[in-house]
């Protein structure tokens, strides 16, 4: 089973900033947080991931509680093309433990 | 750089044949890949991770004499769906993990009809 739980659906206005919420409320010390996204039809791209800290680059911005057992995706202008599946994904650090098990998604629709 | 592809994008076979899908990591080594299926708007889920040199492991419920994965090189592995049935229409999506990376890199898919 998916350790992650995520909102089915949202939208968002183009230009504004779409947050989007992730509960992995069993994440253990060593693991580590992904976010991927899917537009129709393709594989998932990579956008960002992180341990404790908040991270952020091109792509977005990603906030993780000090508990860590949920973080939020920020993509701080988004467009008609950030229009996708956004998956949140917790990740293993050892060895035997890589594999991603995708939950549900959350469908991010950008409305112009 | 870390771009993964997949061959054929699409493909159309008939009931009973075979259906060879190629996923080859381009700019990278890969010991490690992972295939996935996916039904219409339904979410990824993983069939098998693919070792190279070794046997590959199977996900609970994945029958392996179906779906032969074999990983005979640091940049390709292929997923042989054998004596293909319609429910067996999906999408079919590989990852691979560079070599001292943790980071899955997708390839851009296999839509698969069996008639």
């Known amino acids: 089973d998916a350790k992650t739980t995520q909102p089915p659906s949202m939208d968002c206005a183009e230009g504004r900033a779409a947050n989007l919420p992730c509960n992995h409320s069993?994440?253990?010390?060593?693991?580590?947080v992904y976010w991927y996204r899917q537009i129709h039809s393709q594989g998932p791209q990579y956008i960002i991931h992180?341990?404790?800290n908040n991270e952020t680059n091109e792509m977005a911005s990603l906030i993780i509680t000090e508990d860590r057992k949920s973080s939020t995706l920020i993509l701080p202008h988004a467009t008609l093309r950030d229009t996708a599946v956004y998956y949140c994904i917790v990740r293993g650090a050892t060895s035997g433990t890589y594999k991603y098990i995708f939950g549900t998604g959350t469908r991010l629709k950008v409305l112009a | 750089g870390a771009v993964v592809s997949q061959h054929p994008s699409r493909v159309i076979c008939k009931s009973g044949t075979s259906v060879k899908i190629e996923c080859r990591s381009l700019d990278f080594q890969a010991t490690t890949m992972f295939w996935y299926r996916q039904f219409p708007k339904k979410s990824l889920m993983l069939m098998a991770t693919s070792n190279e040199g070794s046997k590959a492991t199977y996900e609970q419920g994945v029958e392996k004499d179906k779906f032969l994965i074999n990983h005979a090189s640091l940049t390709l592995s292929t997923l042989t769906v054998t004596s293909a049935h319609p429910e067996d229409s999906s999408f079919y999506i590989c990852s691979a993990i560079p070599q001292s990376s943790y980071e899955q890199y997708f390839g851009p898919g296999t839509r698969l009809t069996v008639t």
């Open positions: 992180g341990l404790k």
């Open positions: 069993t994440i253990s010390g060593n693991e580590y």
